[in-house]
């Protein structure tokens, strides 16, 4: 609120003049990632993390306790490694292998004892209706 103030406050920038000439200011997130690009690490892409399941599945058990203890292996080496050798090693090769290579299709055939489901609008209507006729 403008108490006191004058109308020359009211009035709106010059046509080129900016209200905040030094832009909206970098949040400290942005600024701890910039940081961090500028020493030289990167972000992480989905291909990064399918590359990292990949190389996993494909060491030794005594490879894969080293890289979990490595203090030094980045943190998604050293966490998903964590987890293969954990209780629920299992579930986490079945969720990286979903994740990096796609689920396996699955296929449930329910009503149709294998004939395929060839019907127009209409006679989907027609079956729908009768349906609904039945539950009265």
Known sequence: MNKGGTPENLKPFKPGQSGNPKGRAKSS??????????????????????EVYEVLLGLTRVEILAVAKDPEQPILFG??????????????????LDRAHGKANQ??????????????????????????????
């Not at 961090?36 to 291909?47: L, N, Q």
């Open 79 to 96: 966490l998903v490694a964590k987890e293969i050798i954990g209780k629920k090693g299992a579930e986490m090769l079945e969720k990286m």
């Open 29 to 50: 997130v942005r600024i701890i990632c910039d940081q961090y690009k500028a020493d030289g690490h990167g972000r992480v892409s989905v291909a990064d993390v399918k």
């Open 107 to 136: 296929s449930h055939d329910v009503t149709t004892q294998g004939e395929s489901i060839n019907r127009t609008t209409e006679e989907l209507l027609k079956i729908a209706r009768l349906a609904d006729n039945k539950e009265d």
